[in-house]
């Protein structure tokens, strides 16, 4: 059954060291098409080091990387991007001073199909792809509900919205996994219930699968179909959320935070 699903992601016996430090150590890690995964466990465990190797940010020291079937080791984070993969940070980062559509613009990567010279001389395919990548934009923000502030600047949007439109940078790349580092930090309970209700219509409409660290634990057992917790970079626990919520391990490693 599981065999003929299609794997998005495929990690080996990934780990990372800053020095003398093991940020992470022997991760596997299997998501399949259409997927949310959760990735917990208590602060400094290694979490956003994995979303940095995934996204080739940082060299892994050991272990594979495969996203959809493609070795990533010697690829950089443009690369790495363009075979499938986009995130969003655990603090948030826009083009605050641009506006909302431009910040959906600019993971378009429009540059590369219609080269440099076509985009210095204005020719007319690029009046013509920039008029669909405009269209592309306004469809995704009005999915995210941002459709009304197009014009406005980034930074001027309430917080919420810069989470979600964060999420809509990220999906106008195209990615066949999406990776999401705290999306509700510092959201209100009802923003995080709309974010939750958000995410699964993102999977839905875009048939992506999608990887995310988060500390709520009401959204993590909510919307995620499989877990995996770490500690101390290590895997702790890895299965169904009602598995991770009965282990004594994972329940000790969050008491004793
Ligand atoms: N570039 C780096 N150089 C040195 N140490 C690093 C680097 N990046 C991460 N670390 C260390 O790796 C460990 C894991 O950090 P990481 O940010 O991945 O934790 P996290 O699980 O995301 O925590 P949090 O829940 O607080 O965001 C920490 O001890 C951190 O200090
Ligand atoms: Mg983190």
Do not use: W
């Amino acid at each position: 059954m599981s065999e003929t699903r299609e794997k998005v992601l495929e990690v080996r016996n990934l780990g990372i060291d800053f020095g003398g430090l093991t940020a992470v150590n022997n991760l596997d890690l299997d998501i399949y098409k259409g997927e949310i995964y959760g990735l917990i466990g208590p602060n400094g465990a290694g979490k956003t080091t994995v979303f940095n190797m995934l996204t080739k940010v940082y060299q892994p020291t050991r272990g594979t990387i495969k996203i959809a079937g493609k070795d990533m080791d010697k690829l950089n984070p443009v690369q790495a991007n363009q075979v499938g993969v986009a995130r969003t940070f655990q603090n948030i980062r826009l083009f605050s001073n641009m506006s909302v559509l431009d910040n959906v613009k600019t993971g378009m990567h429009n540059e590369l199909k219609y080269g440099l010279f076509t985009s210095i001389l204005r020719l007319p395919k690029y009046y013509k792809l920039e008029k669909e990548s405009t269209q592309k934009a306004m469809e995704l923000l009005k999915i995210f509900g941002l459709d009304q502030f197009a014009d406005l600047t980034a930074g001027n949007l309430p917080y919420g919205a810069q989470r979600r439109l964060e999420i809509a940078r990220a999906l106008a790349t195209d990615p066949k996994l999406l990776l999401l580092d705290e999306p509700a930090a510092g959201m209100n309970p009802q923003e995080t219930e709309d974010l939750m209700d958000m995410i699964r219509k993102i999977r839905n409409h875009f048939d992506i699968s999608i990887l995310l660290i988060e500390h709520d634990m009401k959204l993590v057992m909510g919307i995620c179909e499989r877990i995996t917790v770490l500690n101390f970079g290590q895997v702790l626990a890895q299965g169904l959320p009602q598995e991770i919520q009965s282990n004594t391990e994972v329940v000790k490693a969050y008491i004793g935070e």
